[in-house]
């Protein structure tokens, strides 16, 4: 099968106040036990100043995401400001005075602060012991050693409506990522690992895309396949495949309906054929004409394939109408 790639705007998990149409990003997770911050570094081998640019890659992250979204204009403030004593539990909210001047000196309708950070990062190396014979047969034991590293971001956030004088979302995201190693020391293989700090930033950033897609629907791009073979009918559906490619949806469409009509008794072409009518109506952004295609695929032909595809068409259905009420039925 042959794939090419969709733009679909993808619903947030919550709805935002009609009257928020721009957000101030800010930083407010930056410790203020600094000690005891640089203490817990020490301990967990944490760079000095590896939070800090964390924090900054976790607003980058939420901010890039945002800036993906049609439902409200982003701003990042650039400010930092201190938060809890040791990163780990969110602070006692913002005054709403001072919310009210950080809106008012950037035009924003809301505030969106990242305002806890913790990190942690862990390593452990094993000893693997493998059975192996040289060329004379004798037999003899190889010794490695295979290590293993899991780096963790906690953080917490909230978006302020200095409007309403509520917080509209608190939330914690936790994310982690595992690296892997191997070595024919422990230390060779700790040390092919790679270095704490780098892989904190990039689940910091994770962190931060996974939270802009919380509270804002956005552009994202989805992978979709169809059939550019078919026993039988080669010719025609490599035509349709050459018309998908260069993306003319109604030539690949119009080729593919032929081989449809042909096909009549030889089930496995036609329901690829009906399938791939399936995929060229959602290109089109025909949903429910995509939703009729690919049951006729499964329905009349047996199309493994389609049953799948019948749930993404019914899941993107249900998305649709999510984004048509969280950008409160504006066109985009």
């Known amino acids: 099968m042959r794939h090419t790639t969709l733009t679909v705007l993808q619903p947030a998990q919550m709805k935002l106040p009609e009257h928020i149409s721009t957000v101030a990003i800010l930083d407010r997770s930056k410790p203020s036990n600094g000690w005891l911050n640089v203490l817990e570094g020490v301990l967990t081998g944490e760079g000095i100043g590896q939070d800090r640019e964390s924090r900054r890659q976790a607003v980058d992250g939420v901010s890039k995401i945002l800036q993906r979204t049609p439902r409200f204009r982003v701003k990042t403030t650039g400010i930092e400001m201190t938060g809890s004593k040791a990163g780990v539990n969110l602070p006692a909210p913002l005054a709403w005075s001072e919310i009210e001047r950080i809106c008012e000196d950037y035009n924003a309708d809301a505030l969106l602060t990242i305002e806890s950070f913790d990190s942690d990062n862990s390593a452990s190396a094993r000893r693997v012991e493998t059975k192996r014979k040289d060329k004379s047969g004798k037999q003899y034991i190889n010794v490695s050693y295979d290590a293993r590293q899991r780096t963790g971001v906690r953080m917490g956030w909230r978006m302020y409506d200095p409007k309403t004088k509520t917080i509209v979302d608190e939330f914690m995201t936790d994310d982690h990522l595992e690296k892997t190693s191997s070595g024919t020391t422990e230390r060779a293989a700790l040390s092919n690992l790679p270095a704490p700090v780098n892989v904190t930033r990039t689940v910091a950033y994770n962190g931060g ?105 019914e899941q993107r259905k249900r998305d649709v109408l999510k984004v048509d009420d969280q950008m409160n039925n504006k066109k985009v």
């Open 209 to 313: 895309v996974r939270y802009g897609m919380r509270v804002a629907p956005v552009y994202v791009e989805v992978t979709r396949r169809y059939y550019s073979k078919a026993k039988g009918f080669q010719s025609d559906m490599q035509q349709g495949s050459r018309f998908a490619q260069s993306r003319n949806w109604d030539k690949a469409a119009e080729t593919w309906k032929k081989v449809v009509a042909k096909a009549a008794d030889n089930r496995k072409a036609a329901g690829r054929a009906a399938f791939n009518m399936a995929f060229a109506a959602e290109m089109r952004g025909e949903l429910d004409i995509a939703l009729d295609w690919a049951k006729k695929s499964w329905n009349d032909y047996g199309n493994k394939k389609a049953r799948r595809y019948i749930a993404t068409l």
